[in-house]
């Protein structure tokens, strides 16, 4: 897709809730750093419900959405095409519009994942651990299905959500144990450590950070730094945040929607970073 700086282009996220995305912070970044003066980005309240009639009204200005939850496999049924990445964990954040009208689904979540770690030096592990077993927890295996060459293991709650990770690791044909999360504490020694848990799910475990850990990933960014990512950086440990992970998936998205590449990571980040001091 070719565009021009002065085109009119709109893009937006939706979610619920959605108040606190920094998604308008970093796209109009990148497009005050790419000259796309006639481009506009801006969030938008939406439900499951809403979602089938909001995205039916769209005109052709229309170039992109970013997806948050809860409609990240809402959004589905209503696409035309949507990619390999986004189909193996059956959830999309990311709309392109073509200029015939299609609406190609995309998951900049899995890729965005496996860049914040490559920037890190993190280009492959033998072992890792996921805490938690939600959507984010899928996206993570993904992850994990292109850079770690062994076991993952995935610490959960209950067998329910136990059986649902299973099932993901055979989908993305990765070797997938399962523990319950009263043994989380294992988990820290492995050379990669994912968290994808809820604000406070792993603080307890800050504690048990052993003395000279590797590497954690916790896809959090606000509040910052959690317990577990403090103890983590105290104890030399690398750390990759939830800052690292949005920006580096809004790049792709950036890149997909406007069709001009390379997105502006540095700006984006600070803009970000700037954002998140201000709350």
Not at 122 to 132: F, H, K, M, P, R
């Amino acid at each position: 897709m070719k565009t021009r700086a002065t085109d009119a282009r709109r893009a937006a996220v939706l979610g619920s809730p959605i108040a606190h995305s920094l998604s308008p912070v970093l796209h109009r970044t990148a497009y005050e750093a790419l000259g796309l003066s006639g481009w506009s980005y801006d969030r938008f309240e939406v439900d499951e419900e809403a979602l089938p009639g909001f995205v039916a009204k769209l005109g052709p200005e229309w170039a992109g959405l970013s997806l948050t939850m809860p409609l990240k496999r809402a959004v589905i049924p209503l696409l035309d095409e949507v990619s390999e990445t986004a189909a193996s964990v059956e959830a999309v954040n990311t709309v392109v519009f073509t200029e015939d009208g299609r609406r190609l689904g995309d998951n900049t979540d899995i890729p965005g994942m496996v860049a914040a770690l490559r920037e890190r030096g993190i280009e492959q592990v033998d072992s890792a651990a996921i805490l938690g077993a939600g959507a984010t927890a899928s996206s993570a295996l993904a992850a994990l299905a292109r850079i770690c060459t062994g076991e993952i293991v995935a610490y959960v709650r209950s067998e329910a959500r136990a059986a649902e990770m299973r099932q993901w690791g055979e989908r993305l044909d990765v070797e997938v144990r399962t523990a319950d999360w009263a043994d989380a504490d294992r988990a820290l020694h492995a050379p990669l450590v994912i968290a994808t848990t809820p604000a406070g799910a792993t603080d307890a475990l800050s504690s048990a950070v052993p003395e000279r850990p590797a590497t954690l990933f916790d896809v959090l960014y606000d509040p910052w730094p959690t317990a577990l990512a403090a103890r983590w950086s105290a104890y030399g440990g690398a750390v990759v945040s939830g800052l690292d992970l949005l920006v580096h998936q809004a790049v792709l998205q950036v890149e997909q929607m406007t069709g001009r590449a390379p997105a502006p990571l540095d700006a984006m980040r600070k803009a970000g970073e700037h954002a998140l001091a201000e709350r």
